[in-house]
């Protein structure tokens, strides 16, 4: 981690932010199932909002763990009993029905480039490139992810390059080309940089 952070700290502006947050603690998951249904709960709401729901998905699972097979035995009432939305239902079940008949498979996902994973996980209704982006960086651990559709991460470089609106993919990448080969941690930066107003 020391020569990723050697390198983000030739930008002075990525440094100030460094400096302040202090050391790098990102919470890894396992590149599996239950992780692609927890980023599919967790998009556009709150964390904590997000928690409750999840937490009330496994426990209606019961002890075992969080399988395709399990998924498709609750019945879509009882998921939106559970605080899903209709959509969010049917994107989880989606995905629950690729994986069980193969055409995703979480097993080849560490051979294949980041450019591949999105694709192979976009094929999915209800995934996208967030959330494949956000699978690479806490799943996967890919080191130099840049996700350029991420709201926070677009609200902490306006905020910290003084823009005066929200960067567009294009400037992000503009921005960013200086962090490669470590771009997830610059991001996992300036999302806690929203952390420390």
């Known amino acids: 981690m020391q020569k990723a952070l050697k390198h983000l700290k030739k930008d002075p502006v990525l440094a100030a932010i460094i400096r302040r947050t202090g050391p790098f603690k990102i919470d890894y998951r396992e590149p599996a199932f239950e992780t692609l249904v927890r980023s599919i709960v967790y998009q556009q709401l709150s964390g904590r909002v997000a928690s409750v729901i999840f937490g009330r998905l496994k426990a209606a699972l019961g002890d075992g763990p969080m399988t395709p097979a399990a998924i498709l035995k609750l019945r879509p009432d009882r998921m939106r009993r559970l605080g899903l939305s209709a959509q969010k239902t049917l994107y989880i079940r ?104």
């Open 94 to 197: 989606e995905l629950a029905k690729h994986t069980k008949k193969g055409s995703v498979v979480f097993e080849g996902l560490e051979q294949m480039d980041d450019t591949q994973v999105v694709e192979h996980l976009t094929q999915v209704k209800g995934i996208g490139v967030w959330t494949a982006h956000m699978f690479l960086i806490f799943a996967l651990r890919r080191p130099d992810v840049l996700p350029t559709g991420d709201l926070g991460i677009r609200m902490a470089m306006q905020k910290a390059w003084n823009l005066s609106e929200l960067p567009k993919p294009q400037e992000m990448e503009a921005l960013a080309a200086k962090w490669r080969p470590w771009a997830s941690v610059a991001s996992w930066y300036l999302w806690r940089s929203l952390d420390n107003e």
